[in-house]
């Protein structure tokens, strides 16, 4: 569990799109984010105050999280002056990097003597049990995609916060590093051995209230052929009582595999469906978020349309439309 308030390391970003981590928490736990840590020159600002380490200590900020990444995801060099000063003065530290914290000689060095942690958040912080496949109380609804990068996170944090908006009970539970970050907890899917994967999401979505939804992050695509395992485990850990489709329309082929083609919806319906039925006979397909920001707002539209009309379930993007008619078609 990470301590909050968060002060947003942006450091030296070239741009925008290189702090996206920090731009997701900022986006979804504004109320968790006292300020941004810029170096002169940095190219990306997410709105909030920029502060020093000093000044965001005595604002009460309790982790500085690296909420941006370089070229090869590592932690540069440039930056370990901060973090050393951060760790110094009280502050815990997270990182969803390739690189650890925790190789950081000198970082290592000043945070044992602040008595500060040092969060690798893509390093497995305890042992998981393997699956054993028993029904939990409870309600669970897992994002699953034709793709991968398909909007499967954004899709569940925009139906948690609707859920939460109406007073229902709703959790939701990160599986990646971006996730956690977001939401200071949850478990590294890809960094877990694969046969405690399916065990590791069923301890994340244990027993709960009857009326109590998880949102499980997905992850990968079961027709991605690099990454398809990390998505039966979700799956199969997860026992969804729903599945909401998430794709991308403009895309040609699968992220990353030219020589792979998209699936379509019926056949990600399909598999979905018989992969989930050996968990639960009861999942059902409740609904489809399309990520349509690479469309003008008429052929957004019509592409719903579409889709709405070719798969007979409520298509949105809850982007542009909120996810509130998901979550109806989930409570139905």
């Known amino acids: 569990m990470l301590k909050t308030p968060y002060l947003l390391f942006l450091g030296d970003a070239p741009d925008q799109l290189a702090a996206k981590v920090a731009q997701g928490i900022r986006h979804w736990r504004p109320e968790s984010c006292v300020g941004q840590l810029r170096f002169p020159g940095c190219n990306a600002d997410v709105g909030l105050p920029d502060m020093t380490v000093e000044e965001a200590r005595k604002a009460g900020d309790q982790t500085m999280v690296i909420g941006t990444a370089n070229r090869g995801g590592v932690i540069s060099p440039a930056w370990l002056e901060t973090l050393v000063a951060a760790a110094e003065a009280g502050m815990d530290i997270a990182s969803g990097l390739h690189n650890r914290l925790t190789a950081l000689p000198t970082l290592v060095e000043a945070a044992e003597r602040a008595g500060t942690r040092l969060i690798d958040v893509r390093v497995p912080q305890q042992e998981f049990p393997i699956a ?52 200071g907890s949850g478990i590294p899917l890809d960094a877990i051995v694969a046969d405690f994967m399916a065990g590791a999401v069923e301890w994340l979505t244990p027993d709960n209230d009857p009326d109590h939804w998880d949102l499980i992050e997905g992850q990968g695509s079961l027709f991605h052929p690099s990454f398809s395992g990390v998505t039966m485990a979700l799956i199969h850990g997860g026992q969804p009582d729903a599945l909401v489709l998430c794709h991308e329309p403009t895309r040609s082929h699968m992220r990353g595999l030219p020589h792979y083609a998209l699936p379509s919806l019926e056949a990600l319906r399909n598999l979905a469906l018989e992969t989930a039925r050996i968990v639960n006979p009861d999942v059902r397909v409740t609904g489809i978020s399309v990520n349509t920001a690479a469309l003008a707002e008429e052929d957004a539209r019509k592409c719903l349309e579409e889709i709405e009309a070719c798969m007979g379930l409520p298509a949105v993007d809850p982007f542009r439309q909120g996810a509130g008619r998901l979550v109806d078609a989930l409570s139905a």
């Not at 990068?149 to 908006?165: C, D, P, Q, W």
């Open 132 to 183: 054993d496949g028993k029904r939990r109380t409870g309600k669970r609804c897992l994002a699953v995609g034709t793709d991968c990068s398909v909007g499967k996170m954004y899709t569940a944090l925009a139906i948690e916060r609707e859920m939460r908006n109406r007073g229902m009970k709703a959790t939701f539970r990160a599986t990646g590093q971006t996730g956690i970050l977001i939401t």
